[in-house]
């Protein structure tokens, strides 16, 4: 399975392009690693870079931008709006496929440590990655920014460093590393240069000063353009949206007789992101993400293959794929058959569009993790043990998360109150999403049988209990 992980560095440096060139440049020259995107902000005197590739090279590229950084920036010389802390200011990893959240805390750990071991740099973690609860928050270990922390750390024991002696670097401060989901950096520009509102605006939203759960923000003056901006973090775009901070954002700001003269997002954003303010703004009915062209065209070109690809592979005397593909496409065909008959009778069809994107992608998963077995198996006597225990730890777990999914799913189409002319599509696409959950139970059951670590076997049996498989 094809592993993916993004890496959004921020650097105290928005003015000089040739520095950050070379930062970039340390990136981009690392295997596999490719730089998506590169925002620099001369009132901010801040740079965003955004890249993507596998875990380990995207640490590499990460260590790489970090050691350039601290040879060419120098905070005891750098001014702007922005808070920061450090020459590479902070650094986090983002789990886009393949990957866990745990994952990139482990990769924050590995690379914080080369940081300190290697350049001297003191590190902090933060959001998932924090080792204490007051670190969660970047804002927490930012406070007084670099002036602050050169007087204090050494001195006031609250402000040592997860890593490293508590000595700050003379000139690269100190660099926070940690995990994290997507976030969204999203700026509003008020028709005003009085930054005090801006201030009490970003007051009013952000969370830890009782507004939106997962807002972060703050007032900054744009010099530059003689203008306040609101500059937020969305921490959790799904729970609370753009659409709605910016139309609190706008009605704070008509309140103090002020408009909006624009927005800016800083870095990349999601697609759904957008596509629920266009619900929102629009006022669509029945709004889905298929209504979008490129949506629908990545979906026809994922599925390419088709059945009749699929049903060869099937039949052909080869060990993948086999039963747990088979099961996990069943399921496919059960969400499939519930999105429909939930568009028909106008209800909201998401959590089945949700639901076959999984188990269509499970049937290449499954296949892929037994053919990690059969490869574990083929490496030599003395080595193989390790490598295949591990090969079926994922032979297991896929199936699994289908098992978990489809049972869900087995509950919300019993659950579906719908006009009595599409219940036999619905009757089918019960059946389908049984015998998915039945097929998957036995691979679960037969993986386990060869598997010796006794915790994982009693994990795994443990959520097996909890979907009551035997009812």
Same mark, same amino acid.
């Given at each position: 399975?094809?592993? !993916?992980?993004?890496?959004?560095?921020?650097?105290?440096?928005?003015?000089?392009?040739?520095?950050?060139?070379?930062?970039?440049?340390?990136?981009?020259?690392?295997?596999?690693?490719?730089?998506?995107?590169?925002?620099?902000?001369?009132?901010?005197?801040?740079?965003?870079?955004?890249?993507?590739?596998?875990?380990?090279?995207?640490?590499?590229?990460?260590?790489?931008?970090?050691? $350039?950084?601290?040879?060419?920036?120098?905070?005891?010389?750098?001014?702007?709006?922005?808070?920061?802390?450090?020459?590479?200011?902070?650094?986090?990893?983002?789990?886009?496929?393949?990957?866990?959240? /745990?994952?990139?805390?482990?990769?924050? /750990?590995? !690379?914080?440590?080369?940081?300190?071991?290697? !350049?001297?740099?003191?590190?902090?973690?933060?959001?998932?990655?924090?080792?204490?609860?007051?670190?969660?928050?970047?804002? %927490?270990?930012?406070?007084?920014?670099?002036?602050?922390?050169?007087?204090?750390?050494? +001195?006031?024991? #609250?402000?040592?460093?997860?890593?490293?002696?508590?000595?700050?670097?003379?000139?690269?401060?100190?660099?926070?590393? =940690?995990?994290?989901?997507?976030?969204?950096?999203?700026?509003? %520009?008020?028709?005003?240069? *009085?930054?005090?509102?801006?201030?009490?605006?970003?007051?009013?939203?952000?969370?830890?000063?009782?507004?939106?759960?997962?807002?972060?923000?703050?007032?900054?003056?744009?010099?530059?353009? %003689?203008?306040?901006?609101?500059?937020? %973090?969305?921490?959790?775009?799904?729970? +609370?949206?753009?659409?709605?901070?910016?139309?609190?954002? @706008?009605?704070?700001?008509?309140?103090?007789?002020?408009?909006?003269?624009?927005?800016?997002?800083?870095?990349?954003?999601?697609? $759904?992101?957008?596509?629920?303010?266009?619900?929102?703004?629009?006022?669509?009915?029945?709004? &889905?993400?298929?209504?979008?062209?490129?949506?629908?065209?990545?979906?026809?070109?994922?599925?390419?293959?088709?059945?009749?690809?699929?049903?060869?592979?099937?039949?052909?005397?080869?060990?993948?794929?086999?039963?747990?593909?088979?099961?996990?496409?069943?399921?496919?065909?059960?969400?499939?058959?519930?999105?429909?008959? +939930?568009?028909?009778?106008?209800?909201?069809?998401?959590?089945?569009?949700?639901?076959?994107?999984?188990?269509?992608?499970?049937? #290449?998963? *499954?296949?892929?993790?037994?053919?990690?077995?059969?490869?574990?198996?083929?490496?030599?006597?003395?080595?193989?043990?390790?490598?295949?225990?591990?090969?079926?730890?994922?032979?297991? /777990?896929?199936?699994?998360?289908?098992?978990? @999914?489809? &049972?869900?799913?087995?509950?919300?189409?019993? =659950?579906?109150?719908?006009?009595?002319?599409?219940?036999?599509?619905?009757?089918?696409?019960?059946?389908?999403?049984?015998?998915?959950?039945?097929?998957?139970?036995?691979?679960?059951?037969?993986?386990?049988?060869?598997? $010796?670590?006794?915790?994982?076997?009693?994990?795994?049996?443990?959520?097996?209990?909890?979907?009551?498989?035997?009812?």
């Amino acid at each position: 399975m094809r592993q !993916l992980v993004e890496c959004v560095p921020n650097f105290s440096e928005g003015r000089d392009a040739a520095k950050m060139d070379a930062i970039v440049q340390t990136i981009v020259s690392v295997p596999e690693v490719v730089l998506l995107d590169r925002e620099s902000d001369a009132d901010h005197n801040r740079s965003v870079l955004t890249f993507v590739g596998p875990p380990a090279a995207v640490a590499d590229a990460a260590f790489r931008s970090v050691e $350039k950084a601290a040879s060419l920036i120098d905070l005891t010389r750098q001014q702007g709006a922005h808070p920061r802390i450090g020459a590479a200011d902070v650094v986090p990893f983002i789990p886009i496929e393949g990957v866990t959240l /745990e994952d990139c805390v482990k990769l924050a /750990e590995r !690379l914080g440590s080369e940081i300190w071991n290697k !350049l001297q740099i003191p590190v902090y973690f933060y959001e998932a990655a924090a080792r204490r609860p007051e670190r969660v928050n970047l804002e %927490n270990i930012r406070r007084g920014q670099f002036e602050a922390l050169l007087k204090e750390m050494g +001195t006031v024991p #609250e402000r040592h460093p997860d890593v490293g002696d508590p000595v700050c670097h003379p000139t690269a401060g100190a660099t926070v590393v =940690g995990a994290r989901k997507f976030l969204i950096a999203y700026n509003i %520009n008020l028709g005003t240069a *009085d930054v005090g509102i801006a201030k009490k605006i970003a007051k009013t939203i952000r969370f830890s000063s009782g507004g939106f759960r997962y807002v972060k923000s703050m007032g900054v003056a744009l010099a530059s353009r %003689n203008l306040a901006q609101v500059s937020i %973090n969305l921490t959790d775009f799904e729970q +609370t949206p753009m659409h709605l901070v910016f139309e609190t954002v @706008r009605r704070e700001a008509e309140r103090h007789g002020v408009p909006v003269v624009g927005s800016e997002i800083v870095g990349l954003i999601p697609r $759904k992101a957008l596509e629920m303010s266009a619900e929102y703004f629009l006022r669509y009915e029945n709004f &889905s993400r298929e209504l979008v062209l490129e949506n629908r065209i990545a979906d026809a070109m994922a599925s390419r293959g088709g059945l009749p690809e699929f049903l060869d592979a099937l039949a052909a005397p080869t060990a993948t794929p086999g039963g747990g593909s088979a099961s996990a496409a069943a399921a496919a065909m059960a969400a499939a058959l519930g999105a429909m008959v +939930t568009r028909l009778a106008k209800l909201d069809s998401g959590a089945f569009e949700e639901d076959r994107r999984f188990f269509t992608g499970a049937v #290449e998963r *499954d296949a892929e993790a037994f053919q990690r077995v059969m490869a574990a198996y083929k490496r030599p006597k003395e080595e193989r043990g390790p490598f295949v225990e591990e090969a079926l730890h994922g032979a297991a /777990e896929v199936p699994l998360e289908v098992l978990e @999914r489809a &049972s869900a799913m087995v509950k919300r189409l019993a =659950g579906l109150q719908i006009p009595a002319k599409f219940a036999s599509d619905l009757a089918v696409a019960k059946a389908l999403a049984a015998a998915a959950r039945t097929g998957t139970l036995e691979n679960v059951r037969i993986n386990l049988d060869a598997i $010796k670590d006794q915790d994982f076997r009693a994990s795994v049996e443990a959520r097996q209990r909890a979907l009551n498989t035997d009812e």
